[in-house]
């Protein structure tokens, strides 16, 4: 069952039409499906069923709180990246023996909220910060539990700003000096080892190289248990991909098919940090046609949706799809979609076809759920977007439009002005 999808030549989000939602709420807006996020979560709970796991969704794709308390209800675990994450997490009752922490820098106020929460493990990726955690946790008069987060050195096979595994980047400890750097942990008293970590990058669309880092990492794991170093918890992090355009990204039933029988000998439990692959594919962002025109050899489609509302066009060159929210046999142009920012690079797609559409038309940006409210900014002094949650035949407000009073909100004029 797709929860996309036209319904008398119109475009549906579960059993609400996309239109209804946009003339009552307004655009730039996004738009969630209830459905399938709790799709998406199973089909991971259903693969990995056969071990012990733990699914801890990564909240830089998405942090709505209402999309958390979703998912929390659901039994889901949290991936965070920073003191706001782990309080969103928190907030939204995730349990804490469920959050991992990652991130290569997390400040001392962060460390010490994270240890008074009890989570269940920071993903350290430098000694630097394990020294650091060590004195923290010292102070504190705890103990800290840790996984390391090992750089396996595999090359993900997918964009450079979203690969993190190989030697080059800046992510975790480099396998050949894990050995060492576990040594180091176990001589720091407030430091527990509980855990291996492990993520090598985003929008990967094969099994292999998941394979290829963790008989790297397990090798790592033996080798560990040799030296009287135990390890309880392996994180194998996140990065299954989506289908944006004709990609065909493996299932979290493939993953599992794939690495379960790895793991066989170990008596491991398994975490797993998926972003994308549960909620990209679950929201859309729904924008209005402002103008046309054309200039020089070029059609623009000037919509009311920019760079800050979505930037992954922008920055990565990503593809997403981009459809009237009507459908219409009519005659298709080749058009750029851009958006009203003063910069040339502010674009949701480039050259491409789409039917003639006219002012005033509603158009939908799929797959969009992941990394695109979260990326979003106030750039051009443009209020942030709507976002809408709907299962089956109601809908929600989850964030409210901000308004321009909210884009002035903390800020101060001094005396002396
Ligand atoms: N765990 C760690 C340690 C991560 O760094 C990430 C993503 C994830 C989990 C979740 O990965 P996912 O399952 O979503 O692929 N802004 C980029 C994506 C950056 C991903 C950063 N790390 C984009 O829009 O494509």
Same mark, same amino acid.
């Given at each position: 069952?797709?929860?996309?999808?036209?319904?008398?030549?119109?475009?549906?989000?579960?059993?609400?039409?996309?239109?209804?939602?946009?003339?009552?709420?307004?655009?730039?807006?996004?738009?969630?499906?209830?459905?399938?996020?709790?799709?998406?979560?199973?089909?991971?709970?259903?693969?990995?069923?056969?071990?012990?796991?733990?699914?801890?969704?990564?909240?830089?794709?998405?942090?709505?709180?209402?999309?958390?308390?979703?998912?929390?209800?659901?039994?889901?675990?949290?991936?965070?990246?920073?003191?706001?994450?782990?309080?969103?997490?928190?907030?939204?009752?995730?349990?804490?023996?469920?959050?991992?922490?990652?991130?290569? %820098?997390?400040?001392?106020?962060?460390?010490?909220?994270?240890?008074?929460?009890? *989570?269940?493990?920071?993903?350290?990726?430098?000694?630097?910060?394990?020294?650091? *955690?060590?004195?923290?946790?010292?102070?504190?008069?705890?103990?800290?539990?840790?996984?390391?987060?090992?750089?396996?050195?595999?090359?993900?096979? !997918?964009?450079?700003?979203?690969?993190?595994?190989?030697?080059?980047?800046?992510?975790?400890?480099?396998?050949?000096?894990?050995?060492?750097?576990?040594?180091?942990?176990?001589?720091?008293?407030?430091?527990?080892?509980?855990?291996?970590?492990?993520?090598?990058?985003?929008?990967?669309?094969?099994?292999?190289?998941?394979?290829?880092?963790?008989?790297?990492?397990?090798?790592?794991?033996?080798?560990?248990?040799?030296?009287?170093?135990?390890?309880?918890?392996?994180?194998?992090?996140?990065?299954?991909?989506? !289908?944006?355009?004709?990609?065909?990204?493996?299932?979290?039933?493939?993953?599992?098919?794939?690495?379960?029988?790895?793991?066989?000998?170990?008596?491991?439990?398994?975490?797993?940090?998926?972003?994308?692959?549960?909620?990209?594919?679950?929201?859309?962002?729904?924008?209005?046609?402002?103008?046309?025109?054309?200039?020089?050899?070029?059609?623009?489609?000037?919509?009311?949706?920019?760079?800050?509302?979505?930037?992954?066009?922008?920055?990565?060159?990503?593809?997403?799809?981009?459809?009237?929210?009507?459908?219409?046999?009519?005659? !298709?142009?080749?058009?750029?979609?851009? %958006?009203?920012?003063?910069?040339?690079?502010?674009?949701?797609?480039?050259?491409?076809?789409?039917?003639?559409?006219?002012?005033?038309?509603?158009?939908?940006?799929?797959?969009?759920?992941?990394?695109?409210? !979260?990326?979003?900014?106030?750039?051009?002094?443009?209020?942030?977007?709507?976002?809408?949650?709907?299962?089956?035949?109601?809908?929600?407000?989850?964030?409210?439009?901000?308004?321009?009073?909210?884009?002035?909100?903390?800020?101060?004029?001094?005396?002396?002005?």
């Amino acid at each position: 069952m797709h929860y996309f999808q036209y319904k008398n030549s119109e475009l549906y989000v579960e059993e609400i039409p996309v239109r209804h939602l946009a003339k009552k709420i307004g655009t730039p807006l996004y738009i969630y499906s209830y459905n399938t996020l709790v799709r998406h979560y199973k089909a991971y709970e259903k693969a990995f069923e056969a071990i012990p796991h733990i699914i801890c969704f990564a909240l830089k794709a998405n942090s709505n709180s209402a999309i958390l308390k979703l998912l929390s209800n659901q039994g889901c675990g949290a991936d965070v990246v920073s003191g706001g994450e782990l309080f969103k997490a928190l907030n939204c009752g995730i349990p804490s023996d469920k959050i991992v922490y990652a991130g290569v %820098g997390k400040t001392e106020e962060e460390i010490k909220f994270a240890l008074k929460s009890k *989570i269940l493990m920071f993903n350290v990726e430098s000694e630097n910060e394990l020294i650091e *955690i060590d004195r923290i946790a010292g102070k504190m008069k705890t103990q800290a539990p840790i996984a390391l987060r090992i750089n396996p050195d595999i090359d993900p096979k !997918t964009h450079p700003y979203i690969s993190t595994g190989l030697k080059k980047h800046k992510f975790g400890i480099p396998i050949e000096k894990a050995l060492d750097s576990y040594k180091l942990a176990t001589q720091l008293k407030n430091i527990k080892i509980v855990g291996v970590h492990k993520h090598i990058g985003s929008q990967i669309t094969e099994v292999a190289p998941y394979v290829d880092a963790l008989k790297r990492i397990l090798l790592l794991v033996d080798n560990l248990i040799k030296q009287d170093i135990l390890i309880r918890y392996l994180d194998i992090g996140g990065g299954l991909g989506i !289908t944006y355009k004709e990609e065909t990204p493996p299932l979290p039933s493939n993953l599992a098919k794939g690495i379960l029988p790895l793991l066989s000998k170990h008596n491991l439990t398994l975490v797993l940090e998926p972003g994308r692959s549960i909620v990209g594919n679950a929201g859309i962002l729904i924008t209005k046609v402002l103008y046309l025109k054309e200039s020089g050899e070029k059609n623009f489609i000037i919509v009311d949706a920019g760079m800050n509302d979505l930037i992954r066009p922008s920055i990565y060159g990503a593809y997403h799809e981009i459809i009237p929210i009507k459908e219409k046999a009519e005659d !298709t142009i080749v058009a750029d979609i851009v %958006g009203p920012i003063c910069e040339s690079g502010d674009f949701l797609a480039k050259d491409r076809q789409i039917r003639k559409v006219k002012q005033g038309e509603y158009l939908a940006v799929m797959s969009a759920g992941a990394y695109g409210f !979260t990326m979003s900014s106030n750039y051009n002094s443009r209020p942030k977007a709507a976002e809408v949650l709907v299962k089956d035949d109601k809908f929600a407000v989850i964030r409210k439009r901000e308004s321009y009073k909210d884009l002035i909100k903390g800020e101060i004029i001094p005396d002396f002005l």
